[in-house]
């Protein structure tokens, strides 16, 4: 569909997964990943995106520039920040 976009993910075994997600669900990328069936069940997503468990965490890797994150997304993507430094 035209609202589709391309995503490569890379799942935690290391497998390279292309799909095409839709944009006109409101999905976020922790859904997307569920409704694909790229992890398994009950492994992410586990608070249900209530910023409590960090079982969505991701890295973006895309030089494509993002809307500004809301307030409480900011905090646990700087706080992601810092633990992928600090765990490379
Ligand atoms: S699903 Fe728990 S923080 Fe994202």
């Known amino acids: 569909m035209e609202q589709d976009i391309n995503i490569t993910i890379t799942d935690r075994e290391g497998v390279t997964h292309k799909i095409q997600a839709p944009t006109d669900m409101a999905m976020n990328l922790m859904e997307v990943v569920r409704a694909f069936e790229l992890a398994e069940e009950g492994t992410i997503g586990v608070c249900g995106g209530m910023a409590m468990c960090a079982s969505c965490q991701c ?14 997304k900011k905090r646990c993507f700087q706080r992601l920040f810092m633990l992928k430094r600090i765990h490379g």
């Not at 973006?60 to 307030?71: A, D, G, I, Y």
Request: charged share 20%; hydrophobic share 20%.
């Open 59 to 72: 890295y973006v890797t895309s030089s494509t520039k993002l809307p500004k994150c809301k307030t409480m």
